[in-house]
T-cell receptor, first 115, second 115 residues
């Protein structure tokens, strides 16, 4: 069963709009970690954030913010005032404490920011 | 820090040939991961090492694939013989220590095309 669902295959917005990328996960572990990675057109994977299951505080880093809600098993990512350089594929991932540290990846959301 | 280094960046080879992909992890990182990314299957973990020792190779697709880590600063992924279905982007990632294990830093990838 898929454990990380990114239902949005592709999102296209105009520059300066806010955009939220959804991530829903499934796990039976009480200890787990959630991640977001960015894959720009150049192809490399860039680590953005890690959140552990005991820390439901939302996080803000510049124009990026993350909303972790255990009640809905979601870990959504919002970009405020989007820029063309934000265009990339964004992956959400889950690692369960008993999983030998494997990252379970979502299918990714392709974000297109139009000038 | 130089980041994770992979070579070659692009490899085109004919079916049946041996292919060797190389990775230099971030200095001081003691975990190393090999992933494969395709459109059909997304990101797949192939194998990972801790202190140069293979820990989990359950993701290695078949016996044609092998990976080694002779020392802390070098790893190889070999495919012999290669097949067209092996065409993919292969990523190497590294991470530091148990507490920060989940934060994996990726190399730029090797795009392999088998004709």
């Amino acid at each position: 069963a898929q454990k990380v669902t990114q239902a949005q295959t592709e999102i296209s917005v105009v520059e300066k709009e806010d955009v939220t990328l959804d991530c829903v996960y499934e796990t039976r572990d009480t200890t787990y970690y959630l991640f977001w990675y960015k894959q720009p057109p150049s192809g490399e994977l860039v680590f953005l954030i890690r959140r552990n299951s005991f820390d439901e505080q939302n996080e803000i880093s510049g124009r990026y913010s993350w909303n972790f809600q255990k009640s809905t098993s979601s870990f959504n990512f919002t970009i405020t005032a989007s820029q063309v350089v934000d265009s990339a594929v964004y992956f959400c991932a889950l690692s369960e404490a008993g999983s030998n540290y494997q990252l379970i990846w979502g299918a990714g959301t392709k974000l297109i920011i139009k000038p | 820090d130089a980041g994770v280094i992979q070579s070659p960046r692009h490899e085109v080879t004919e079916m049946g040939q041996e292919v060797t992909l190389r990775c230099k992890p971030i200095s001081g990182h003691d975990y190393l991961f090999w992933y494969r990314q395709t459109m059909m299957r997304g990101l797949e973990l192939l194998i990972y090492f801790n202190n140069n020792v293979p820990i989990d190779d359950s993701g290695m697709p078949e016996d044609r694939f092998s990976a080694k880590m002779p020392n802390a600063s070098f790893s190889t992924l070999k495919i012999q013989p290669s097949e067209p279905r092996d065409s993919a982007v292969y990523f190497c990632a590294s991470s530091l220590g148990r507490d920060r294990l989940y934060e994996q830093y990726f190399g730029p990838g090797t795009r392999l095309t088998v004709t």
